[in-house]
């Protein structure tokens, strides 16, 4: 396989985030509706952005991304939430994921941890994080639409 490059998702990559949030969605069976293609203009392509996303491409194609957002834990304290990553299938094991993951480190030199969530249902990410050296911790996610 080609090198695949890491770039700032743009405008052109619009329809290929939709896909991958309503893929990644349908993987962790949520009961609750996705408002991120209703969203993805206010919330992303505008003037401050709420959220930072990277995508990964093989010969100018999106084949993967990841979205993140920082906050800040007392304990560590800039944090990395890894809201959504994902890989098209026929791209997973040739190291996407990987490259995607040193990107997030490269674009945000300043954090001191990168945190996600994912169902425990959805095998391949739990493998894909316990590969590059992700650790379950022992806390309960919590959510609440407000």
């Not at 990964?56 to 560590?76: F, Q, R």
């Amino acid at each position: 396989m080609n090198k695949i490059s890491i770039i700032k998702a743009t405008k052109k990559h619009r329809e290929f985030l939709i896909k991958s949030n309503s893929i990644i969605h349908e993987i962790s069976e949520q009961d609750c509706g996705s408002e991120f293609a209703k969203r993805i203009d206010v919330d992303y392509f505008c003037k401050t952005p709420k959220f930072y996303c990277l995508i990964a491409e093989y010969n100018n194609i999106p084949v993967g991304t990841i979205l993140y957002s920082k906050m800040y834990w007392a304990d560590d304290g800039e944090v990395l939430w890894v809201s959504q990553m994902f890989v098209e299938k026929e791209y997973r094991k040739h190291g996407v994921a990987i490259e995607l993951y040193k990107a997030l480190k490269a674009f945000s030199p300043e954090a001191n941890v990168i945190a996600c969530a994912t169902g425990k249902g959805n095998a391949t990410m739990n493998k894909v994080l316990k590969g590059i050296g992700f650790k379950i911790i022992d806390m309960n996610f919590f959510a609440k639409k407000i």
